[in-house]
């Protein structure tokens, strides 16, 4: 392609314009300075992602409608917790959702990126592309029927044409289709940007919805503060003293009279519930219960996850210190919702050595549910919670120390435990399929 084109910015005079590539203005920056370029729209661009989806705030206008709607609700506990796990559901779709756009919107940024590239690989080759058809189209070749000196040049320049157009016109479509290709991504980008705003948006309105709604079940709350007050600050104590998860339950079941409670309710429901079978079993019917409408070993492949994110480590599997995961531990968006994954009673509400923020669930039969790692919990000693009710908030980064999950990872990460008679059990088998999975088979 260089010596074709060599051949063609060598005719004479009347045959071409004697300009030279040097006119075309173009920049040479050195490959390490590229690829440096290139890192820094790549982090510029994370930013602007992260921007795009945080700090949405709602108008004062549009918190007060909601505050409206949720005192125009008819209080009672079945209303409350309907509206409460409906809400909590929409986050956790819209949160998805929000991962998805991230997802298409740094792929596409990616092959922007490589367009680009691709573009600058080249930039030699259209200079002198470019620079060939200015001359072209400045200088056409002479007339055959002009003088006889003329057809020399007429037909050399012929010739020269019919080598070197091929390839001329090869590079300029390629250079088209590129242009066209980041124009296409540019408008592909720009919407993806707009759903993720929308979607954000939406998201905090639910957010906002949500929190009224439990300060109203709270106000519904008849426990008094005091007695409540009291069994947190010994079930705090309990915690320091706790070797090990299994002592810190056992503890809290004998000693903490709102736990004892729960325990007791949950042999109860375990009692009548028994024999009942799962069949047609939706986790989501009679928000009003105040038991599990069956045993949670019945609830095998049906129960909700309790977060929207991607599984960072399943269980059984080796840690960084020589032993092997009791759970599962999950990474989330910041400030995630996260839901109850199973009807039961709450045991334990509070921190825990390097697990953070944690909520035990005792679930019936011998089994509890543990979630560690949050910011926020949201339910309170004693409460029974219902299968997809939030029971807490995700942080900004994680909060665990590296002891507890060793990912080395600065998403929050909810770390998911079921026990069964104080030993650690896979919980994989409890989780409901989603239609992707179903799909695969």
């Known amino acids: 392609m260089g010596s074709l084109l060599a051949g063609a910015l060598a005719l004479p005079p009347q045959a071409f314009a004697t300009e030279s590539i040097d006119e075309i203005p173009q920049t040479q920056p050195a490959a390490a300075g590229e690829a440096s370029a290139a890192a820094a729209a790549k982090k510029a661009r994370e930013e602007e992602l992260a921007a795009l989806s945080r700090d949405i705030e709602i108008s004062t206008d549009r918190q007060a409608a909601i505050a409206r709607e949720i005192r125009s609700l008819d209080r009672d506990r079945e209303t409350l917790n309907a509206r409460i796990i409906s809400t909590s559901d929409t986050i956790q779709s819209l949160e998805n959702e929000l991962t998805d756009t991230e997802r298409r919107l740094r792929s596409l940024g990616e092959n922007e990126d490589a367009v680009r590239q691709s573009l600058i690989a080249r930039r030699d080759i259209l200079a002198e592309v470019l620079a060939a058809l200015q001359r ?45 290709e980041l124009h296409r991504l540019g408008s592909v980008i720009a919407g993806e940007k707009d759903r993720l705003r929308g979607d954000a948006m939406r998201l905090a309105e639910e957010k906002s919805r949500l929190e009224l709604l439990l300060s109203a079940k709270r106000q519904e709350h008849q426990k008094s503060v005091r007695d409540l007050e009291a069994e947190k600050q010994r079930a705090a104590e309990l915690a320091e003293q706790a070797g090990s998860l299994q002592e810190l339950i056992a503890n809290l079941e004998t000693e903490i009279e709102s736990a004892r409670e729960a325990a007791e309710k949950s042999r109860q429901a375990s009692l009548e519930t028994r024999g009942k079978s799962s069949r047609g079993f939706d986790p989501f019917s009679d928000p009003g219960r105040l038991a599990p409408v069956i045993p949670f070993q019945e609830a095998r492949g049906q129960l909700p996850q309790p977060v929207a994110g991607t599984l960072l480590k399943d269980f059984g599997e080796e840690d960084d210190f020589g032993g092997v995961t009791e759970g599962q531990s999950i990474a989330t968006r910041p400030g995630s919702n996260v839901t109850s994954p199973a009807d039961g009673w709450v045991v334990y509400s509070g921190p825990f050595r390097s697990f953070g923020q944690l909520l035990i669930l005792n ?74 999975e179903k799909a695969r088979g």
């Open 363 to 436: 679930t019936g039969d011998g089994y509890h549910v543990l979630l560690a790692g949050m910011d926020r919990i949201d339910a309170e000693l004693g409460q029974f919670v219902l299968t997809g009710e939030p029971v807490g908030v995700m942080g900004a980064t994680q909060w665990a120390s590296a002891s507890t999950f060793g990912l080395g990872s600065t998403q929050p990460i909810l770390y998911v435990e079921f026990r069964k008679d104080g030993r650690a059990i896979d919980p994989t088998p409890w989780w409901a399929r989603s239609e992707e």
């Open 136 to 180: 072209l189209g400045r200088r056409p070749p002479p007339a055959l029927a002009v003088r006889p000196s003329d057809a020399l040049s007429a037909v050399r320049s012929a010739i020269l044409l019919n080598a070197v157009m091929p390839e001329l016109k090869v590079e300029t479509e390629a250079l088209a289709a590129d242009l066209e």
